[in-house]
């Protein structure tokens, strides 16, 4: 280590092993750059130079030329370093808030105190800036992805880009997060913190939650990916590969065993799912998701082979007795495939499915509360009934996208079902333009027959 390094150096370098853990995925690190410029602790030519020479760089390689690269530049300016630490805490995961810490506690060490960071449990609001825009919907490269369907009826060529090429703004919303309220303004979660009073905290007791392993994986994902279809008339899905990649990595980070599996038939789709939850779920383990990447049409998520596979069907995948491990615990399955060939307002289409029917009685097989087999699912929908859902032709769908972002960002903070919530929420935002007349804004949706609330833990 140089002589010559300022403190800020020498606080980030010390602890760039905490830094690399939180910025250890390309949306976060992404989010953090870009507010870095937009409060003026960096500039966007500084930036894009960084970007071009570390472009073939590892993502930890890039995590730490872009920090210290930021102290070299910031100095002993202490309400500087304030700012980046009020960023990295803005991340609202626990290690971000310890990596927050340990870096003003090393910039003391060192012989300055910074002036408006506090830490945990503290308020940063004074030192952040303006709420960071909402993401367009780009691709790698920033311009605007063409888009594609995933509908049984082929391909729709799609122009993403609003009438303003603007950001839609969006309203304050209040958000929860343990026992306290989250005044967010946009996407800006955790600006303002409202302690929850008493009717608040009794309606959190006597919500049912599921019980977490917290020891070990949490459970098993299989992710089906159909990307070459038999039918020639019928497009492949190539850019689906680009959410599987997205889906992996998120669920392997939440410490779950993963599974992918490429291009199955209808009849596959049934008996791997079937065989994964009899034969890969064990009683340990607190839940199993299915994420399914597919054509699909009114009736159902299609195979390779073109056939039909119903929500229906799916179901009973799971609830028979050989999944007795899966029994009153969430069952989750992600869609992303149209469920029609609608536009009513109007990228590709992905077309899924309708809520099963009612299945007979199941037996409590050795379990004291007796559960209806329909209990304890969670669908989510790329898309509403009967319309197209949007998959960009190279960088994946807007729907799986913001599914893993969320995921990825919030939670520790929110339940599945209020993932989804902000999940429908940005993709609803979005405008989609067609060779139409109208723009479309896709609308998913969540069906569920849970009892409580469900969070994915690390």
Not at 62 to 72: I, M, S
Not at 350 to 377: C, N
Request: charged share 25%; proline share 3%; aromatic share 8%.
């Amino acid at each position: 280590m140089s002589s010559t390094e300022s403190s800020a150096q020498k606080a980030i370098r010390d602890n760039l092993g905490i830094l690399n853990r939180v910025l250890n995925n390309e949306a976060v690190f992404g989010e953090v750059a870009q507010k870095c410029v937009q409060r003026r602790l960096i500039t966007t030519d500084e930036l894009t130079q960084l970007n071009d020479r570390l472009s073939r760089q590892t993502l930890r390689e890039r995590v730490e030329a872009f920090v210290l690269r930021l102290a070299e530049l910031l100095g002993d300016l202490p309400e500087k370093i304030d700012g980046f630490l009020s960023i990295i805490k803005e991340i609202d995961t626990l290690i971000a808030e310890k990596a927050a810490d340990t870096i003003s506690q090393s910039y003391a060490k060192y012989g300055y105190k910074l002036p408006k960071y506090e830490s945990a449990g503290g308020s940063v609001a004074d030192s952040v800036g303006p709420a960071p825009k909402l993401l367009k919907y780009e691709s790698a490269g920033g311009s605007v992805s063409a888009v594609v369907s995933d509908s049984a009826v082929g391909p729709s060529p799609i122009d993403t880009t609003n009438a303003a090429g603007s950001v839609q703004s969006l309203s304050p919303q209040v958000l929860e997060q343990g026992k306290e309220k989250v005044t967010s303004d946009a996407w800006g979660f955790g600006s303002k913190k409202e302690k929850k009073n008493d009717e608040e905290k009794a309606a959190d007791d006597i919500m049912y939650k599921y019980k977490v392993n917290e020891t070990g994986k949490h459970g098993v994902v299989l992710i089906i990916n159909n990307v070459y279809f038999k039918d020639e008339n019928k497009a492949n899905r190539i850019s689906s590969d680009k959410d599987a990649e997205r889906l992996e990595e998120l669920f392997e980070g939440l410490l779950y065993q993963v599974v992918v599996q490429n291009d199955l038939t209808a009849e596959e789709i049934k008996t791997t799912i079937s065989g994964i939850a009899a034969g890969s779920v064990t009683k340990k383990h607190d839940s199993f998701i299915c994420c399914i990447l597919s054509h699909g049409n009114p009736a159902g998520i299609e195979g390779v082979d073109g056939e039909t596979v119903t929500v229906a069907e799916l179901v009973k995948s799971v609830i028979s007795t050989k999944c007795s491990a899966l029994r009153g615990k969430p069952k989750i399955f992600f869609f992303q495939a149209c469920r029609g060939t609608e536009a009513p307002e109007p990228l590709v289409v992905d077309s899924s499915v309708q809520w099963p029917p009612k299945e007979e009685e199941m037996v409590a097989d050795g379990i004291a509360r007796a559960l209806p087999p329909e209990a304890d699912f969670l669908f989510g929908f790329s898309t509403s009934d009967g319309n197209v859902a949007a998959r960009g032709v190279e960088t994946g769908s807007q729907y799986i996208k913001a599914l893993c972002e969320f995921i990825s960002k919030y939670s520790s903070r929110f339940s599945l079902y209020e993932l989804l919530l902000l999940v429908n929420y940005k993709v609803s935002g979005n405008t989609i333009v067609f060779n139409t007349s109208y723009k479309y804004h896709q609308m998913p949706e969540i069906r569920s027959t849970l009892r409580g609330k469900f969070y994915f833990k690390k």
